[in-house]
């Protein structure tokens, strides 16, 4: 009972605002995931689109590859975009390593894979309904796209929730990139991996709750706007 | 009868379309002539709705030609013709909205195809519908979107696939309340049915297929009264053969 009480009036102190920076450090996590995920979506629902109607050699290579990709690790991601980065590496000039900007690239490569994946697979089931219309009205495959992308709508809000999943829970790649600096480049989940090496569960724990409270507040939202959408707009 | 700025009559020759080494399409010769109302009748799995598809030009002939009476270009030929398809694709939008996309898509202007659009649904009774989510229409107001989105584009030549299965007595006839009026207004259509009385009172041309190939193509009263072939006979009697 007494452990359980722990991690609420930890919350409750770190809320009310003798955390420190706690806010600060869930306003960064949010801009960093939410530019990340706003990112990927910009460019990976139409990349995604144009590799379900596009055909061009070497096209079911580069299907295979993104799904793999969608199960990237996120700590060699960090590698390796650490490595792109650093001062020796080829982009080491921008001096981004251990800033917000490297979390934002590092989770855009993350999820920028999930969101092609899964719309393209949205788009091609769209397709095979809407091709016969599509090809009698004289539009191409390619001139389709911005037709099939909004009438896919309510399922590619379900696919940027996948992506902000991963974004938002994902440490490996930014604790790498970020460097985990207090103040500047500490999120939620590197807050909690430092938290529970120190051996400061509560904190951790309290972290946990917040992280996902707030997961779930975005989810809800978006998952409300999408059906009330949905119903407006007919089946889906 | 000739109307010298027609791309019509359409004439189809040595049309045939194989697949696997399986002859789905066996053409010699058919003619779409100007402002007729041809009917398409066959047994399922005849070959219909490929003939019009293929007409359409959705799907490419294995081989033989297609040809209009003016030289048309292919984009030309697209626009002035549409389809309406047995399922009809309804876009997840208002029912306005399918009107515009189409018009959008045939190249039209913005002011202009809220227009068309405004004036399509008010001619075929769609104007109370204009902001309903289209996919939640009962099937008979579907399919009356999917011929006025047709018709909205200004076709020639307009192919209908099926366009009264699984609809209602009611429905149907409302359908047919617009063939007519697209009729009347010189359009040229070309339909699939499995409804032999919408065939008798509409028709002014019949084609019947069997097995693929077009056995017959005849006036539509000589058709009813007495056809040619033993396939069509048995086919008008209900009798069943394969």
């Known amino acids: 009972m007494q452990q359980d009480a722990i991690p ?15 806010l600060g450090i869930i306003l960064l996590s949010l801009q960093v995931t939410i530019t990340a995920v706003t990112c990927a979506g910009l460019v990976g ?22 799904n793999t990709m969608m199960g990237f690790p996120p700590v060699v991601a960090g590698l390796a975009i650490f490595l792109l980065l650093s001062r020796s590496g080829p982009l080491g000039d921008l001096g981004l390593l251990f800033t917000p900007k490297a979390m934002m690239i590092a989770q855009f490569v993350l999820v920028l894979p999930i969101i ?3 719309t393209r697979q949205t788009i091609e089931d769209l397709w095979t309904e809407y091709q016969d219309h599509m090809t009698s009205l004289g539009a191409g495959r390619l001139r389709s796209i911005p037709t099939l992308l909004w009438d896919a709508r309510f399922s590619l809000v379900t696919t940027l929730l996948a992506g902000l999943g991963r974004a938002s829970a994902e440490v490996g790649a930014i604790l790498i990139v970020g460097g985990n600096i207090a ?7 590197t807050s909690i991996a430092l938290e529970t090496s120190k051996g400061d569960l509560p904190l951790a724990m309290a972290l946990g709750v ?6 779930l507040i975005i989810n809800s939202l978006a998952f409300g706007i999408s059906r009330v959408g949905a119903r407006f707009s007919g089946k889906s | 009868m000739r109307d010298t700025t027609s791309m019509l009559p359409l004439i189809v020759r040595d049309l045939r379309l194989e697949m696997d080494g399986r002859i789905l399409l ?9 402002r007729q109302r041809n009917v398409i009748l066959g047994p399922n799995g005849a070959g219909k709705s490929l003939f019009l598809k293929t007409c359409h030009g959705l799907i490419p002939p294995t081989s033989g030609r297609i040809e209009y009476t003016l030289p048309v270009s292919t984009a030309e030929v697209r626009r002035k013709q549409a389809m309406v398809f047995q399922k009809p694709v309804m876009l997840r939008r208002s029912v306005r909205a399918n009107f515009t996309h189409a018009l959008a898509m045939a190249g039209v202007g913005w002011y202009e195809r809220r227009r068309i659009a405004d004036e399509t649904m008010a001619q075929f009774g769609l104007s109370g519908l204009a902001d309903s989510p289209a996919r939640v229409l009962s099937g008979g107001e579907q399919q009356r979107l999917a011929i006025a989105r047709a018709a909205s584009l200004g076709p020639d030549l307009l192919f209908l696939d099926e366009p009264t299965s699984s609809l209602d007595p009611t429905a149907s006839r409302q359908i047919e309340d617009m063939l007519d009026v697209l009729h009347e207004r010189g359009v040229t259509l070309v339909l699939t049915t499995h409804d032999l009385g919408l065939a008798r009172r509409f028709a002014d041309v019949i084609f019947f297929f069997h097995n693929g190939r077009l056995i017959e193509e005849s006036d539509a009263e000589r058709f009813f009264t007495q056809p040619e072939t033993e396939e069509a006979k048995a086919f008008l009697e209900h009798r069943l053969f394969w």
């Open chain 1, 183 to 189: 103040g500047f480049t500490r999120t939620m989940t």
């Open chain 1, 8 to 22: 609420i009036s930890s919350i409750l102190s770190l809320l009310t605002g003798d955390g420190g920076n706690f």
């Open chain 1, 210 to 215: 917040v992280l996902m409270s707030l997961t």
């Open chain 2, 26 to 34: 066996d053409v010699p010769l058919a003619r779409i002539q100007n």
């Open chain 1, 45 to 66: 629902l139409p990349l995604g689109a144009g590799l379900a109607l596009v055909r061009f050699p070497g096209r079911t290579v580069i299907i295979v590859l993104v």
């Open chain 1, 116 to 118: 092609v994946a899964l």
